[in-house]
């Protein structure tokens, strides 16, 4: 029910207080209030999120049938041959099990979903509800977004990426703080399109191990969430009906690889995620691709490629709500599910790199740069000794 006591701004539920013990009630002013004030919009969100349910927004399980994991590759000499659980049917057709969005991110798909039921369904747990008020607020601003990305579209690679990260993607996520490869030449604190200082800083992205697959991430969201910007030369152009059916190959298998060794890096530093099915962003100027690892079940995942403009010029706003869930994960991914395990297509990445799966399981870590190792070098205490002038 709506508290029309007024004075309360919607960014309390942002503070740091205790989470509510009671069931959290909307303000006049707050965003889950206002949404509903159109109830067109809620009616198109429903529409929208329904999409999640469809072919159009699903995944299939992937097996490594070759790679250079088990060596100490950059991710941009990363090399992985994969084939998808496709079966004949017995009319000699081809089928592929596929999961779908809302199966995947279940947890999300509810949050959604429940909201645009009844308005008083705002999620009691903080996060799922500083989650969904992202999302909301994007929508509601996304005409500014797509402005933004429009004129970004002919930028170049470290631009756009900064563009997408200051105009969108931080304002989906729950931790809003990113940190961009400061390997980027012609990098700037100002964003191209709006010259607005950007939130984001330039720093060290390097994960993984030097024995292993490793390298500099382009963009991580809230140290969660690696984002893959791909360059407009290797972009491919979605026209009508007509498009790829995979990202370009040079940055797909980056993009493995940079799920892989981020998923088994989160499982060795955080604790506290419900499950281990950990995504991984790539985002083109036209499309965008999801990758999902968990080292736990051995499941890698890869959705269909989603595009993100009409052919009016429009973002796709069910594109938006993909991305969105992929950036929140710890909040809307319900993890592999009882299909997966049971279905017996697992990656196979432990059988691929044989007895380097220690490394990945014990050895990885962030800042695995040759930066970062020049600087571990000088470190110990010995040194300490030295005045240095
Ligand atoms: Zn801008």
Redesign the pocket.
Known sequence: MADCSGGRDSRAIDSRGEPPSKKYKTTKDSVFDKYWDDSNAVERLKKIAELLTTRDYCFCLLKILKCNADKGNAFSQAYCETSTNSKETSAGARSIDAYRFSTVFKHGYSMVMNYTNDRNNVPERRGDRIALERLLNVLINLKDIEE?LK??QSAKEVDWT??LA??LLRNLAVNQTYVVDNHYAGRSCI??????T?TGSFGDTSIGCTAVWHGYLDLILGSEVPVKAAEDDDEVVCEGNKSSSEFPAKHRDQLIAQTIVFSFLQKKEKSTYENYLIPSIGIAKKQVVLFLYDSEHDILLESKLIKLWSPGGHIITSAVLAVWLAINFSFTCSGVTEHMKNCGFTADFPKQVGKELKVYEKCLRFGCGPGSEVKEMFEPEVYDIFNLH
């Open positions: 933004a004129n970004a900064i563009t200051h105009h964003c191209f399109c709006c010259k607005q950007i």
